[in-house]
């Protein structure tokens, strides 16, 4: 699947325009960065690849992108709920008998480091637990377009150095990867970089 972003332009009401003249196009082979100084427009451009805002001038195109994921930056829990219910809940939701669904929630939970807390409630992980809990919940709902906001923004730089690496791995999985960051380990952890403070008339902005 890819998304195609054609002369993409947003503003809100009669502001400034945040970004103009993106022409890009993200394949589901490629992890993106999403870069630029606060107020560029980084969750904007979130919402536009979502399809949940509509954009003041051009188009997006989303070839074969029926689901999204979307990880905020603040990590959202049930807080009694265990780690192996957060993740076995989107392979139950989609028809997945219980017992297959802890175990692959528990497959899923190992490749993210987080064997140790299977069982403990999300209210005593740590930011770096939680935040790979989300990344993890996020893949078990099988998104074609998984979406990721400043994910180290609020983690001390020995917790991000793990969210990172996390994030490094999330190639190769047929998903198209877009993470809104300010972090240069993120950045770097990315094959990709779109920087919007580079989105003027002449400079889409697309970086390797």
Known sequence: MHITLADLGHRFADAPFLFRHLDLTLTHDMTYALTGPSGSGKSTLLSLLAGWLRPTEGRVVRDCAAR????????????????????????????????????????????????????????????????????ARALAYAPDLLLVDEPTAQLDPSTAAVVNQTLNGLGGREILVVIATHDPATRAACTTTIDLSRSTESDSGFSS
């Open 68 to 135: 999204t994921a979307w990880v905020l930056q603040n990590p959202h829990g049930v807080a009694r709920r265990t780690a192996l219910d957060h993740v076995a809940l989107p392979f139950l939701a989609r028809g997945t008998p219980h017992r297959r669904a802890s175990t692959q929630a528990r497959d899923l939970l190992a490749e993210f480091g987080l064997l140790d807390v299977v069982d403990s409630p999300f209210a005593v992980l740590s930011g770096g637990e939680a935040q790979r809990l989300m990344l």
